[in-house]
Every structure is written in C-alpha cells, then in structure tokens.
C-alpha cells in the first residue's frame, strides 16, 4: 500500500511537469515571435547603443552664474556625468558647494548651502525645476543665480520653481 502511495505521488509530479512544460512553450511561443516588434517599438537597440556610446565618467564643464560685490559673474565648473544629461548637470553643478578659488575671486552664491536638486525637466522652452526645502525664503538672487545658469547652459527658457513639488512665485 505505501508503495502504491509513492506511485501516486511520482505520478502526480510527472504530470505536474509535463504540464508546466507544456504551458511553458505555448507562453514561448507566443512571446518569441513578438520580441522583435517590442523591441522595435521602444527603441531598445537604439537606447542601448546611446548608453554603450556615452563614457559615463567623462567630467562636463558648464557655466554657472555666481555673485561677485557689484554684479553677477559666471564661472566654469566641471562635474562627472554618471549619466545625467546637460540640463540637470548644469543644476548640479551650479548647486555644488562654493570652492576656494572661487571664494578667492571675491564670488559668492546666494543659494542656501544643502540646496539640493530633486527634478529638472525642460520641454518646448518651459523648465521645471525642483529644489529642496533649503530653498525655502531664500534671497531672489538665489533664484536669479539658478535663471541665468539655466539660460547660459540652455539658451532662452521660461523658468518655473517648484519647492518639494510645490509651485512658488520668485
């Protein structure tokens, strides 16, 4: 009797088996045929060529726009990409500590210190970008300081400031 069990049992596995390849290459079936036309269609290759193209580590250089005694001054700084795009490299980089020579050339930066970036999206000439709470009552030249930065770095825009997702009027 209990090895009648074991038969039973042995069975039952086989079938289960013999159905979960069976489902398995009906699912195939249907997906294999239908690869190339997704991948088509969202552009894999395409993506995966830009992304094996770009050198990821390469430093970027932008303007930004700082403030000296009497006037705004911009100022070159150079970050690593890490796969970001120009438009959020240039908040960035723009958004990075004040260095010693810059402190050195008389230049200062109005935006608070631990200002960080959450968002950046430029579509049709409109940019949306969205800073950290530090941002909150800070000096209109701050929000000057990131303007001219952005129309440096990408050419006439209309701007909009978001603070932790909120809109705010500069």
């Not at 390469?58 to 100022?75: G, I, R, Y």
């Not at 930066?109 to 409109?126: D, N, Q, R």
Request: hydrophobic share 40%; proline share 4%.
């Amino acid at each position: 009797m209990a090895e009648e069990k074991e038969r039973g049992r042995i069975r039952y596995t086989r079938v289960f088996a013999l159905a979960l390849a069976v489902y398995t290459a009906a699912l195939l079936a249907i997906a294999i045929p239908r690869i190339p036309g997704v991948m088509e269609k969202y552009r894999i290759s395409e993506h995966a060529a830009m992304y094996l193209a770009k050198d990821h580590a390469d430093p970027a250089s932008f303007t930004v726009v700082l403030s000296s005694s009497s006037s705004f001054t911009e100022t070159e700084r150079t970050i690593e990409r890490q796969g970001r795009d120009d438009l959020h490299l240039a908040a960035e980089a723009l958004l990075m500590p004040i260095r010693s020579e810059e402190l050195q050339e008389g230049l200062v930066s109005y935006i608070p210190e631990g200002t960080e970036l959450i968002g950046i999206a430029e579509k049709e000439g409109f940019v949306f970008i969205d800073l950290s709470s530090e941002m909150r009552g800070a000096d209109r030249r701050a929000f000057e300081q990131i303007e001219r930065t952005l129309r440096v770095n990408e050419g006439p825009c209309e701007i909009h400031f978001l603070i932790e997702g909120r809109p705010v009027s500069v």
